[in-house]
């Protein structure tokens, strides 16, 4: 468990498909960069987190790089990186350098960052389309157009710079949405040390801790597994506070008949999970929190139902709403008709969000939820769900006090939410190593 993998081969696999991707459109070249770091204040910097699709790729953690492709009579995987330096090592780290780069990532070539600017201008010549995403991070551009006009510059005996610019995320994007056996591997780790760390959190909550307490629970289960970081800012919401959708772990206390919601998960090798569970601080839901507790429990599993190959996206969302509606109906919280009810989206008070997303190396992962083949247009049919595709299924209930609310679920705040790997027939729930069931939850707060 570790950057750079020691299996490279899907990395490579990748850039050859991003490649044949390239040379289906005349060919040219590739520019990707490493993310930057960001510092946090004075010398002290956030910890560095690499850009998903540079990861993909390369399988390399460090800044300070670039990945070049090159797709033409010559194709060629080309990687900048940090050279070798024992004093900056010393303070920083090892780094992998350059020759190392070859002999472990697989690349064809490997130069020192400080050459990029030097050689890039030559590597563009008479390669017919550049590849990359300009106008996002204005130092890209810059070095973009320093090496577009050196190209022009050099280019004076005939060879000739790019004509035209493609971007090459969306590409990247569709790619990174159906998980190969790697990636999969990878996020049933995430998901399993995440699910233990909620197994951990119910077993230590009691009543007069506070939030941050039972962060620190989640937080050291994730590391002493290996997980590298959090895959997001956990949430730890006792009470009222579960009804602030993106509330932090805060410093309030875990109060006798209150629910706690815990929305957190690890990062492992860059790949995310994302669990929600919402349980009694003492260990029994009241009525009316069991009562819908239940409910979500029932419109994951509506939901649940309905995400398999060859389904609309939506539908799982749909399954889930109806479920929530009937619930809310039937408790009295919504009057009128199930249909009156979803046409009106009357349930928008309580449910306010959609039932999933992608997950993959970004929480809220890369991939049209719309068919990408449909022409443009405001209406485009949502995509139909694939093998390999990894998503949440997360419907929650926010109960907020008013006066044409019982008052017996004012405050409720609850949210249950899995991860779903797309099978040949169906999907599979890969954070199910921490139980959604009230009763198994009880049982499992007892021990
Ligand atoms: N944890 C972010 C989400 O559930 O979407
Ligand atoms: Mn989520
Ligand atoms: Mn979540």
């Not at 929600?276 to 139902?305: H, I």
């Not at 609309?312 to 199930?338: K, P, T």
Request: one cysteine or more.
């Amino acid at each position: 468990m570790s950057l750079p993998p020691d299996d490279v081969s899907p990395h490579i696999a990748r850039r050859k498909r991003l490649q044949d991707y390239m040379h289906s459109l005349g060919g040219g070249i590739a520019l990707l960069p490493a993310a930057r770091p960001a510092m946090r204040n004075r010398d002290a910097d956030y910890p560095y987190r690499q850009d998903s699709d540079f990861l993909y790729l390369t399988g390399f953690p460090e800044p300070d790089a670039w990945l070049v492709l090159i797709a033409g009579k010559d194709d060629r995987a080309i990687l900048f990186c940090r050279n070798k330096d024992e004093t900056r090592e010393l303070w920083e780290g090892v780094r992998l350098g350059p020759d190392a780069a070859v002999a472990r990532l697989g690349f064809d070539e490997a130069y020192g960052i400080e050459r990029l600017d030097e050689l890039l201008p030559g590597l563009l010549l008479d390669r017919p389309t550049l590849f990359a995403r300009l106008l996002q991070d204005e130092r890209v551009d810059q070095t973009v157009r320093r090496a577009l006009e050196g190209a022009r510059q050099q280019g004076r005996s005939g060879q000739r710079p790019p004509a035209s610019q493609h971007d090459p995320l969306p590409f990247l994007a569709e790619m990174r949405l159906i998980k190969d056996p790697t990636e999969i591997a990878t996020m049933r780790r995430a998901a399993k040390i995440s699910a233990g760390a909620h197994a951990r959190a119910m077993r230590h909550t009691r009543p007069g801790m506070r939030e941050y307490e039972i962060e620190a629970e989640l937080l050291y289960e994730f590391r002493r597994h290996g997980a590298q970081s959090v895959a997001y800012n956990a949430i730890v919401a006792a009470g009222p506070n579960a009804c602030i959708l993106h509330y932090p772990a805060g410093d309030a206390e875990l109060r006798d008949g209150q629910l706690l919601l815990i929305d957190a998960g690890c990062e492992v090798d860059g790949y995310a999970a994302d669990i929600t569970r919402t349980f009694p601080v003492n260990g029994r839901y009241s009525g009316p929190q069991r009562l819908l507790y239940d409910l979500t429990v029932a419109a994951q599993d509506a939901a649940r139902q309905a995400t398999r190959p060859g389904v609309s996206w939506n539908d799982s969302h749909e399954a889930a709403v109806r479920v929530l509606a009937q619930g809310l109906i039937d408790a009295g919280l919504l009057q009128g008709s199930l249909d009156g009810v979803l046409e009106s989206k009357a349930y928008n008070r309580f449910y306010m969000h959609r039932t999933g997303h992608w997950l993959g190396l970004d929480v809220h992962d890369v991939g049209d939820y719309r068919d990408p083949g449909a022409p443009s247009g405001v209406d485009r049919p949502w995509r139909l769900l694939e093998k390999g595709m990894v998503l949440t299924i997360e419907p929650g209930l926010y109960v907020r006090p008013a006066e044409d609310v019982p008052e017996a679920y004012w405050n409720i705040g609850i949210r249950t939410e899995d991860d779903a790997l797309v099978t040949d027939e169906g999907c599979e729930l890969i954070t199910r190593a921490v139980p959604a069931d009230a009763q198994e939850i009880e049982a499992l707060m007892r021990e």
